[in-house]
């Protein structure tokens, strides 16, 4: 019988060209997958609040349905050349979404969550007063957009940063919302909308096959909460993005070439950071030119380019530098400033968590300037293969910066992104010797300054003896500390607990002396100054002394490991009165396990939260007296504490129970177990 030949054997040309096609729309339709999965995620988290409005659950639905829409037709949605219009239904729908989303969080918390936000959009208030706010204290401020104190920016000395901090163009950007009338949520409103007008600049900004990967770049939750948590950064981004689009028509004498440097001198108008992007970007512009039309014309192209870029950032500081020069330029340059207390993500979060190189921070700073002299070195010898790392390499600088904030790394990603698919891109041009001398160098300066700081200690240590807590809020209010001062001199520390990387106002010292002497060590008390400068004792806290220009972090301290659990965690309907009800706490550690240890101590409170207040219980747990509260229970060799309670009397409200442990050591209670409320009644089940 004759065999049929396999289906590769009789085409190989047809399979081939099968294969190829089958693979260029499989990775086309790669990138389009993602955009259809963070259609669905923005539908998720419209889920998270849709008890806000009702409407948040048609955005839910209508974003999850985009998503599985844009997933299954993401084949089409490349090979297809109809389908552009699609593409612009996408970008609309990812746009809306972000705007709708960014509503829910202003709703949920109308609080300006930095200072930075709040102190914008105040000094655009004040300028429509006709006052100059950078001559004034901008303390109104914290109440007026209600920040918490633990979003202040502190000094060495203790006192909050109360003066603009930084160019004219970030508040100027709310006034026309405020002219307008709109005073509330004016600046979120104004971040919001600016990143709404990042994702649409990069998308047209960038090449076409990259344009998915731009709508899930911008949409991952790092930038969208920056944007609609108070971090200004949202107003330079989309200029940046719009620069680093434009750059190559510059370069080539094309139409709006001329709006790379006018975007690029108000992105500088708006902040610090993209003052550190400028000098890579004219080295690109530079080498750009010399590349097509040599270096005397790309000299004259370059002074043009700083010239009109100048010119886009002085325009709106004039008028402040006219009315007061000086304020101006101290508030400009706030950000510089060596008294302003280190803070961020960068290597100095070593610094606040263990104290490493605790006053080593001139050393962090000249080792901040070296890497970004060095940056420019490896985008000038590495051309042109380094020119769209001209957003990138000044993160390095950043990374060693004492303030080195996670928004400062991540926003400078989406203009290196559409540099990266629209910038020369080739092999570098310099020998190998030049490279070796370049990061050699680099490498032994950047070690000696990395040594010289890890070498450079703070003059104090200071661990925590014991806490004082409130008891079922559950917050650590007084502190007594073991202070050693290991200098040669008297020091005045200030004292700081650490919260989820920020710090809280300074703490109000109680007793123990407030300079301690050379070569001793104190014991002081303090206590917290207000309630959000309360740690929480779940988990772990620090106390922070800051002292003339050093930072010394106590050791983590962990108030208790364990905590307890109630079961049954819900008692439904009604308990006829004598009827008894019984409650097991359970002793867990903190992944929740159970903790087999018997003898422990268990206390389990009683309290009716009525509508107008707290009233006694008086349901009697383990033959107590009716009332009583707490009742204390030993734990059994299984780590369980059994309270078997009675009510005999018909309350209108539910008596709530809740279990915790006492500190052996310290004796504060800490632990809690969850609310159990049970409902006491005759018996109508």
Not at 75 to 96: E, F, M, N, Q, Y
Not at 344 to 368: C, D, E, K, R, Y
Not at 597 to 624: F, I, T, W
Request: net charge neutral; charged share 10%; glycine share 10%.
């Amino acid at each position: 019988m004759k065999t049929l030949p396999a289906p590769s054997d009789s085409n190989p040309s047809l399979d081939s060209k099968f294969s190829e096609t089958a693979r260029s729309v499989g990775e086309g339709a790669g990138p389009w997958i993602l955009v259809g999965a963070i259609l669905v995620l923005w539908g998720l988290r419209f889920g998270v609040g849709a008890q806000e409005s009702g409407w948040f659950a048609v955005g839910d639905a209508l974003s999850v349905a985009a998503g599985i829409a844009v997933m299954i037709g993401a084949p089409w949605l490349t090979s297809s050349k109809s389908a552009r219009w699609v593409h612009g239904i996408v970008v609309a729908v990812v746009v809306l979404a972000f705007l709708a989303w960014a509503w829910q969080q202003i709703l949920v918390s109308p609080a300006y969550a930095t200072d930075e936000l709040a102190f914008d959009q105040y000094a655009a208030h004040l300028l429509l007063g006709g006052i100059d706010p950078y001559r004034v204290s901008l303390a109104a401020a914290f109440p007026r957009y209600q920040v918490s104190p633990d979003a202040y920016t502190l000094r060495f000395n203790g006192s909050p940063v109360t003066t603009l901090s930084y160019p004219a163009l970030a508040f100027l950007a709310y006034v026309p919302l405020l002219l307008a009338g709109v005073h509330a949520q004016a600046g979120e409103l104004v971040d919001v909308a600016a990143w709404a007008v990042t994702i649409i600049v990069a998308w047209f900004g960038t090449r076409s096959a990259w344009r998915p990967l731009v709508l899930v770049l911008v949409s991952l939750s790092a930038y969208v909460a920056y944007a609609v948590g108070g971090v200004t950064d949202a107003l330079f981004v989309p200029m940046l993005v719009g620069t680093a689009a434009l750059i190559v028509r510059y370069v080539e004498h094309r139409r709006f070439g001329w709006l790379a440097p006018v975007l690029l001198g108000c992105a500088m108008a708006v902040k610090q950071t993209p003052w550190l992007v400028a000098p890579f970007l004219a080295l690109v512009v530079l080498r750009m030119v010399a590349d097509r039309e040599g270096w005397g014309v790309a000299w004259r192209r370059l002074g043009l380019f700083v010239l009109i870029t100048a010119l886009a950032f002085v325009v709106w500081q004039v008028p402040f530098i006219i009315w007061d020069p000086r304020a101006w330029l101290a508030g400009t340059l706030t950000p510089f400033d060596s008294s302003v207390v280190p803070a961020g993500q960068g290597l100095v979060a070593l610094t606040l968590a263990f104290g490493v190189g605790g006053a080593g921070f001139g050393w962090l700073s000249a080792l901040s300037i070296v890497c970004f002299l060095g940056g420019l070195g490896v985008a000038w010898f590495m051309w042109p293969r380094s020119a769209w790392l001209a957003f990138l390499l000044p993160i390095i600088a950043l990374f060693f910066a004492t303030r080195s904030f996670g928004s400062y790394f991540v926003n400078l990603v989406p203009p290196a992104l559409v540099a990266l698919g629209l910038w020369p891109n080739g092999p570098y041009k310099a020998r190998g010797p030049t490279l070796i001398w370049l990061f050699g160098g680099l490498g032994a300066v950047s070690f000696a300054l990395f040594v010289g700081w890890l070498l450079s200690p703070s003059p104090l240590a200071v661990r925590i003896v014991n806490v004082h807590t409130s008891g079922q809020l559950a917050t650590v209010d007084r502190v007594t500390l073991a202070v050693e001062n290991s200098s040669g001199r008297s020091i005045t520390p200030r004292y700081v607990a650490a919260l989820a990387g920020s710090f809280s106002s300074p703490w109000v010292r109680l007793s123990g002396r407030a300079s301690i002497p050379p070569h001793a060590t104190e014991t002081v008390v303090i206590g917290a100054p207000n309630f959000p400068a309360e740690p929480s004792i779940v988990g772990g806290f620090q106390i922070v002394t800051l002292a003339g220009h050093a930072i010394a972090p106590s050791p983590l301290y962990e108030p208790g490991l364990l905590h307890v659990a109630l079961v049954p965690d819900a008692v439904g309907g009604d308990v006829a009165l004598g009827q008894p009800v019984t409650l097991r706490a359970e002793l867990l550690n903190r992944l929740d396990q159970r903790v087999r240890e018997a003898g422990v101590p268990v206390y389990l409170g009683q309290v009716v939260y009525a509508q107008r207040g707290l009233l006694y219980a008086s349901s009697s747990v383990n033959r107590s007296a009716p009332g009583a509260t707490p009742v204390e229970e030993l734990t059994g060799p299984g780590g369980v504490a059994t309270f078997r309670i009675v009510e005999r009397t018909a309350v209108a409200d539910p008596i709530s129970f809740e279990a915790n442990l006492v500190s052996t050591s310290g004796f504060f209670p800490y632990g809690y177990s969850q609310i159990v409320p049970i409902r006491f009644g005759p018996g109508r089940g």
